[in-house]
């Protein structure tokens, strides 16, 4: 892994919802810059403006202020061709996975998608190995599922099968904004090996949006500590977690429960 | 009058479906609290911790029935009471119970101090309306809740707030027990350790005098309950004081599961985290014998027939068909 390859580069990115009185910065004047191969966490509490932040990276929102560069050039999101070839290469996993796939797609037309987004010419063998190929992956039995909808999976079975799709399109960079929240801890471990095997295969760039400071600490390279808006704290995931310097940053890791020491409940 | 606020013996609840199937959910639990402990019950998704939360309760609605069993509280059995007996008396009076994604159902357009005097005209009709909001902002000022919040809307309020609220009003009967199913899961960490000594303070204050806490975040149940069961399939696979389960579990499938525990500590970067191939089993089709023999890599083929032994260990209680001494030879084992 190299630490040279710039990968997406934001400066002063900013983002303003409302008018007037209404007026709320949700990311202020945010700078980051994210490596190839690297795994990012972007953590905070609830209302800290990650999630909008990550929207702006994915061009799902557009920035009031600031810019970003992606591979060193503007990025550009202005024609549908431009669009589709970042869309190529930028992927996300988002927290509510009963929400993120089309109720009325049964999971072969999902996953057909994913070869039809690439471009690929294939013949209908080499389409169903590859659909096979998917799920195998992330261990779920592609015979089982290709009729099902998707109300008929489990939370788990759903979320696995979101990285199916990123398998099968391998983009450069996977914005998962918060993806196993609404999992319980036994799938939380199967989903982040899913995703860090992921990153040593494909060398894909991987963003996590959490609150969770321990999933964080244990999956990433470096953490941006978010506060309002604000980056206030950033650097190597030991750094900030063992060793954090700002107020923020230290309250977030007291709060979280630990086993091998006290967990201050305050009076 | 036994020590033991709750006792729970047999207790079996099904699901009918409607090909007119029993799914049990719940299969013959037995557990007690003492007044005064929290218990702590822990298991993955669908394994039946949220059915039996609910069936404690004495109430039963379709499609979920009641099998056998019997649920005492300080010795009655509230299984032999009428509805309408259950109602009155002991939902939110002896029992308390907060359901999943509660702070979702409070209705928008009523005021924080409706759903207080709601409750109160049915229990405490006496009160008038002043005494229910002097009672109320007492209740909340104690607790260290904001007195405006009983003026706001629902939608006002924080995530974390809302669900503070419906903690408070829930036991603003004083319920002997509480149970609480997953208060924190939605939640941040901040908003979550606010939950947490909420709970506390109401412990603390003898307000309610025993929690049953669900969740799966196993290091919050360290910090928060006495002792802690674990749920599987249906059943309960171990139970013990929490220091014992959450470093000296001896059920194999509590071993896998404290070993999916994510926390920021130093160590805990590069550590392999344990992940449990496969689901549990499909409850229309218990499997025979360990119902856990499926996943658990020590299972042998003695494993998958015969009726699983209820087995000690000191205080503790674990199912599995061995003993303790061989599980954790096999455990130091695989260590080295």
Same mark, same amino acid.
């Given at each position: 892994m190299s630490n040279r390859d710039l990968l997406i580069r934001g400066q002063d990115l900013t983002k303003v919802f409302g008018y007037g009185? =209404?007026?709320?910065?949700?990311? #202020?004047?945010?700078?980051?810059?994210?490596?190839?191969g690297e795994i990012i966490s972007i953590v905070g509490e609830s209302g800290s403006g990650k999630t909008t932040l990550a929207k702006m990276i994915m061009g799902l929102l557009k920035e009031s202020g600031g810019s970003i560069e992606y591979k060193g050039q503007p990025r550009s999101l202005k024609s549908h061709a431009d669009r589709k070839r970042y869309w190529k290469d930028i992927q996300a996993i988002f927290q509510d996975p009963f929400s993120s796939f089309n109720l009325f797609y049964r999971v072969e037309k999902l996953l057909m998608d994913c070869i039809k987004l690439q471009g690929l010419k294939l013949s209908k063998e080499e389409q169903q190995r590859k659909m096979r190929e998917a799920c195998s992956f992330v261990n779920l039995k592609f015979e $089982?599922?290709?009729?099902?909808?998707?109300?008929?999976?489990?939370?788990? !079975?759903? =979320?696995?099968?979101?990285?199916?799709?990123?398998?099968?399109?391998?983009?450069?960079v996977?914005?998962? #904004?918060?993806?196993?929240?609404?999992?319980?801890?036994?799938s939380r471990s199967t989903i982040l090996d899913m995703l860090l095997k992921l990153r040593d295969e494909n060398g894909m760039t991987i963003i996590f949006i959490t609150h969770d400071v321990g999933l964080a600490y244990y999956v990433s390279d470096t953490i941006y500590i978010m506060e309002k808006g604000k980056i206030v704290e950033s650097g190597p995931? $030991?750094?900030?977690?063992?060793?954090? !310097?700002?107020?923020?940053? =230290? !309250?977030?890791?007291? #709060?979280v429960p630990k086993i091998h020491s006290a967990w201050d409940l305050g009076s | 009058m036994s020590a033991n606020i709750l006792e729970v013996s047999g207790l079996k609840t099904y699901y009918k479906t409607r090909l007119k199937e029993k799914v049990f959910a719940v299969d013959g639990v037995d557990f007690d609290l003492e007044e005064g402990k929290t218990l702590g019950i822990a298991g993955e998704s669908g394994c039946g911790k949220s059915t039996l939360a609910l069936s404690l309760m004495g109430f039963y609605f379709p499609p979920l029935h009641y099998g056998s069993g019997s649920i005492r509280i300080h010795g009655n059995d509230i299984m032999k009471l009428s509805k309408e007996q259950l109602r009155s008396k002991v939902s939110g009076r002896e029992i308390a119970y907060i359901p999943q994604a509660a702070m979702n159902a409070l209705n928008p357009t009523l005021r924080i101090i409706r759903f207080i005097e709601d409750i109160m005209k049915e229990h405490r009709p006496e009160l008038s309306k002043k005494q229910v909001w002097e009672l109320a902002s &007492?209740?909340?000022?104690?607790?260290?809740?904001? &007195?405006?919040v009983l003026r706001s809307y629902p939608n006002e309020l924080s995530g974390g707030m809302k669900q503070r609220t419906v903690i408070a009003i829930s036991t603003i009967l004083n319920p002997k027990v509480l149970i609480a199913d997953e208060p924190t899961s939605a939640l941040d960490v901040t908003s979550q350790k606010a939950v947490i000594k909420l709970l506390k303070d109401l412990l603390n204050k003898k307000y309610i005098r025993s929690l049953v806490f669900i969740t799966h975040e196993l290091p919050l149940l360290y910090h928060v309950t006495d002792d802690i069961m674990v749920m599987y399939a249906g059943e309960i696979v171990e139970r013990g004081t929490a220091e014992q389960m959450i470093f000296d579990p001896v059920h194999p499938y509590t071993k896998k599961l404290m070993g999916s525990i994510l926390v920021p500590e130093e160590g805990m970067k590069g550590q392999k985290l344990a992940a449990i191939p496969g689901a549990p089993p499909n409850l229309k089709q218990v499997p025979p014998g360990c119902r856990f023999a499926e996943r658990c890599s020590y299972a042998r083929d003695e494993c998958k027939v015969g009726k699983v032994p209820v087995q000690t260990n000191g205080g503790n209680m674990y199912r599995c068909h061995f003993d303790t001494d061989t599980l954790k030879e096999w455990y130091a084992n695989e260590q080295s």
């Open positions: 009185n =209404q007026k709320t910065t949700a990311v #202020d004047a945010v700078n980051f810059n994210f490596h190839k $089982e599922l290709h009729n099902k909808y998707p109300f008929e999976l489990s939370g788990g !079975q759903m =979320q696995r099968l979101m990285i199916a799709r990123i398998f099968m399109l391998h983009p450069k996977l914005i998962a #904004d918060e993806p196993t929240s609404m999992v319980d801890a036994c995931a $030991e750094d900030i977690i063992l060793n954090p !310097q700002h107020k923020y940053t =230290q !309250q977030l890791i007291s #709060d | &007492e209740r909340f000022k104690t607790l260290n809740l904001p &007195e405006k």
